[in-house]
């Protein structure tokens, strides 16, 4: 890593210079990239960071008003770049939470219609298709790759009902959906020892998709 913070302020990318030792910002944010799809209301930016630095992100501004987006994808200062197969694609629908496989070859994403609803699916660069993975009539999304890129977790918001929770899914799309954790609809990313890290606003938790629970 470079020691920094990303952020999303509207449509812009901030890197904000970070002391993990001593959790603390060492320095004033930077803008790195622009236009960047948004969601005041939903507190959220469409982007994703790789290891080694590549950024992954939806292009627009307002992602309840943008029916058809491009996923690209660009290195750490803003150049077109490519991560495996994957440089670009074009998404008839908003297009929401990207994430790529740890190969590169593929993206999972949720497809929503008006912001308001959402299904996880998979898009495949080679062959320029997009295949649904969730089947529920509810709301899923955050979609996190495994790290082992077979599996996928996700969210599920299902209101007061014992069914929201985040759900361990194949990849290819075989077999059932299992739920792994319940309570929590927002994933935001798989530890490297492959616990879960969930929560929202001033809850963030790492939880084992076994029920271990950690803060």
Same mark, same amino acid.
């Given at each position: ?6 952020y999303a302020n509207g449509p812009t990318i901030y890197a904000l210079p970070f002391d993990l030792?001593? =959790? *603390? ?19 959220? %930016? $469409? &982007?994703? =960071? ?6 992954? &992100?939806? %292009? ?7 029916? @058809?987006? @491009?996923l690209r994808v660009v290195d750490r200062s803003g150049a077109p770049a490519r991560i495996g @197969?994957f440089e670009q694609a074009l998404v008839a629908s908003l297009a929401l939470h990207p994430t ?8 999972? &994403?949720? +497809?929503?219609? !008006? ?11 080679? /062959?320029? =298709?997009?295949? +649904? ?13 495994? /790290? ?11 209101? /007061? ?6 759900? /361990? $899914? ?5 077999? @059932?959906?299992? $739920? ?19 929560? &929202?606003? !001033? *809850? ?7 029920? *271990?629970?950690?803060?």
């Amino acid at each position: 890593g470079t020691g920094h913070v990303l952020y999303a302020n509207g449509p812009t990318i901030y890197a904000l210079p970070f002391d993990l030792d001593r =959790l *603390e910002a060492t320095g004033d944010p930077v803008p790195v990239l622009d236009g960047v799809d948004s969601n005041s209301a939903l507190g959220s %930016a $469409q &982007y994703s =960071l790789s290891d080694d630095g590549a950024l992954l &992100y939806v %292009a627009g501004d307002n992602s309840n008003v943008t029916f @058809q987006m @491009q996923l690209r994808v660009v290195d750490r200062s803003g150049a077109p770049a490519r991560i495996g @197969q994957f440089e670009q694609a074009l998404v008839a629908s908003l297009a929401l939470h990207p994430t790529l496989s740890p190969d590169g070859t593929s993206v999972a &994403y949720t +497809r929503s219609q !008006n912001g308001g609803d959402g299904d996880v699916w998979i898009h495949d660069p080679a /062959r320029a =298709l997009s295949s +649904r993975l969730s089947l529920e009539p509810t709301v899923e999304w955050f979609a996190v790759w495994s /790290r082992t890129g077979e599996e996928i977790f996700y969210g599920l918001r299902a209101g /007061r009902s014992e069914r929201t929770g985040i759900y /361990r $899914q194949n990849a290819n799309g075989t077999g @059932q959906p299992a $739920q792994v954790v319940a309570g929590y609809e927002r994933l935001w990313d798989v530890h490297p020892d492959g616990r879960l890290i969930v929560g &929202y606003v !001033n *809850e963030i938790v790492a939880v084992d998709p076994d029920g *271990e629970r950690d803060s």
